[in-house]
T-cell receptor, first 113, second 114 residues
Framework: GENVEQHPSTLSVQEGDSAVIKCTYS??????FPWYKQELGKGPQLIID?????GEKKDQRIAVTLNKTAKHFSLHITETQPEDSAVYFC????????????FGSGTRLSIRP | DGGITQSPKYLFRKEGQNVTLSCEQN?????MYWYRQDPGQGLRLIYY???????QKGDIAEGYSVSREKKESFPLTVTSAQKNPTAFYLC?????????????FGPGTRLLVL
């Protein structure tokens, strides 16, 4: 089945700097990669996703890059702000079951003022 | 307002008691999911349903049960057989089943054992 690894588990950056979170996956058939943001005590919210027919996707300060050859994808947040502090999860589909997505273990991002 | 609602926000369980967590969606989604989240950890799949009157076990189904009698509702029962039920429970839905479909999450229910 699919295995998704996420690094780092914690990340602290100065406000205004960039943050990068990386994920690797194992199933070469995977072709959809969402990123979720979870604030304390709340459900995860989709912030951006990418499909395998593109290598990069941007939405304002957030971007995701995908390298299918190396089987890894990354979340980039530029000009970080205090409200970016949260736990971020990557995910990838598991094709053996046809109906599941597998989540990474999460990255706790802290923005220092 | 379209979305997924979960109730209650907090739930307390006594030893030997079954409790039921509610999940309702008005997004007209076919597929619904239940996840368990432990502190500082990722999401683990308990059960999922691709269509009304059908559901499948996820990775950690032991001690849990579900039903899917209506498209918009997917309640989760935590039975007394679940020996370590304290966790944050998240319900999600997607337009159709499949790993390529975006899952949308509810606000969660925190279950605590008395």
């Amino acid at each position: 089945g699919e295995n998704v690894e996420q690094h780092p588990s914690t990340l602290s950056v100065q406000e205004g700097d960039s943050a990068v979170i990386k994920c690797t996956y194992s199933d070469s058939a995977s072709n959809y990669f969402p990123w979720y943001k979870q604030e304390l005590g709340k459900g995860p919210q989709l912030i951006i996703d990418i499909r395998s027919n593109v290598g990069e996707k941007k939405d304002q300060r957030i971007a995701v890059t995908l390298n299918k050859t190396a089987k890894h994808f990354s979340l980039h947040i530029t000009e970080t702000q205090p409200e970016d502090s949260a736990v971020y999860f990557c995910a990838a589909p598991e094709y053996s079951s046809a109906s599941k997505i597998i989540f990474g273990s999460g990255t706790r991002l802290s923005i220092r003022p | 307002d379209g979305g997924i609602t979960q109730s209650p926000k907090y739930l307390f369980r006594k030893e030997g008691q079954n409790v039921t967590l509610s999940c309702e969606q008005n997004l007209n989604h076919d597929a619904m999911y239940w996840y368990r989240q432990d502190p500082g950890q990722g999401l683990r799949l308990i059960y999922y349903s691709q269509i009304v009157n059908d559901f499948q076990k996820g990775d950690i189904a032991e001690g849990y049960s579900v039903s899917r009698e209506k498209k918009e509702s997917f309640p989760l029962t935590v039975t007394s057989a679940q020996k370590n039920p304290t966790a944050f429970y998240l319900c999600a839905s997607s337009s159709i089943a499949g790993g390529q479909e975006t899952q949308y999450f509810g606000p969660g229910t925190r279950l605590l054992v008395l």
